[in-house]
């Protein structure tokens, strides 16, 4: 298994789909740095022959124009874009535009004059732009002021790659994949990475590739969101950095942040639409109640502010044994979130509903799994400790589920899933008791699709 390119199969065979059409399809793709948008791209005219791949690097026109230029050969000399444009979209198949936002400073007639074009005449090629910018290249193809509003066939987001394809993937043992995971998710570059510098151990990974200067990912997360937020990138700062802390809900963020509760829905909204943070609500609960909660949806933004951004002061310095020993203490608690995370992706098909439950009180549930049809619920307890979890933890899953409320007459099962497995006493009562339990070999086993999972839904 190829970790550089793994699991876009869906995306290629949809391009494949799309270039046959009449006029020719205009895609735009787009996704933050690292999710892997070039290298699908490149994947999908790797089998085109008459394809070509433009690269937008921040020059003054002239020169792109004759990077372009030397990219066609045979001789032509582009002396604008509008000879350019007319040129790729009439003598090509597939034309790809990587980091198409970066017109915004290059030259931005560059987007009337394509749009000009793509107007008036049925063109040859099948045109792809990528950008990493997501509010910048929404701006370009989704504001009604823009030339190319409404002028793209397809707008793609492209998505991290899925944690059941990614995680068995990860080299070392279990504790290690899923630890890796939760730093990195399923961006595919960093894991290209881990591969190039044959770095896979967790301490090793923070030493060499993260917590030192200059260290290939040190400053990943800063120079991802500096661009992407321009003037005001301090506030924004200061919101991932309260949420990568636990304060998720609004009021605890504003306290935090200082930032009044009037402007905090704006700054918050950009966050939203970036897709770096995520607002949930309790699962038995709709998209307007008023228990909703932020989390930062991206691993390595979430790992970077909550250790690197509130410590640079060590980075600087190079305190690093210092700040390595901070990450150390609390990344159990780190990786623990994401293990809830895994466990819920792991049961998500099976389920109409599904998601973590709370309420005011402080009560939560990592797992409310809901069959409506079928009118069973399954509540489920994860834990990430290095102790073997014992039947108390059970107990008290069984007597949190009594606070929630609204499955009269449904079936009520429950799971619990332990990276250290489970003491003697409780697996005997489970099995007695038919409550439902998985270690890390029987999650391993169903994620790596050796074993089926059996809830008795």
Known sequence: MMIDFIDRKNELAHLKELKPLTPSPFIVIVGRRRVGKTRLVREFISGIENSAYFFVEEKRPHILLNDFSRIVGKGIIFKDWEGYVRYALSNYDVVVIDEFQNFNRVDTSFFSTLQRILDEEAHRAMLIVVGSYVGMMRRIFEDKRSPLFGRATEIWTLPPLPMKEIL?????????????????????????????????????????????????????????LL????????????????????????????????????????????????????????????????????????????????????????????RYSELLDIIKEDFPVFVSWEFEQIVRHTLGDHFSRLGPWWNRRGDEIDVVAIDDENKKVLFGEVKWSRRKTGWDVVMELIEKSGLVTGFKGYERSFLVVSKSGFSSHCKKRMEQEGIFHWDLSDLDDIISDRKKIELGF
């Open 227 to 318: 661009l992407e937020f321009g003037g005001e990138y301090r506030t924004y700062f200061s919101l991932l950095e309260a949420i990568a802390r636990g304060k998720s809900s609004y009021v605890d963020i504003a306290n935090y942040t200082g930032i009044s509760t009037t402007t905090l829905a704006r700054y918050l909204g950009d966050l939203l639409a970036f897709s770096v943070i995520e607002k949930r609500f309790p699962v038995t609960e709709g998209p307007r109640s008023k228990k909703s909660r932020y989390f930062i949806c991206d691993q390595f933004i979430r790992f970077w502010y909550r250790y690197i951004f509130s410590n640079i002061d060590l980075v600087e310095s190079e």
């Open 168 to 224: 068995p993937a990860i080299k070392g043992s279990r504790d290690n994949r899923i630890s890796v995971y939760s730093m990195f998710g399923g961006y595919p570059k960093y894991h290209v990475i881990l591969r190039q510098y044959k770095t896979f151990e967790l301490e090793n990974i923070l030493s060499e590739l993260i917590i030192r200067k200059y260290a290939p990912l040190s400053m990943e997360p800063y120079n991802i």
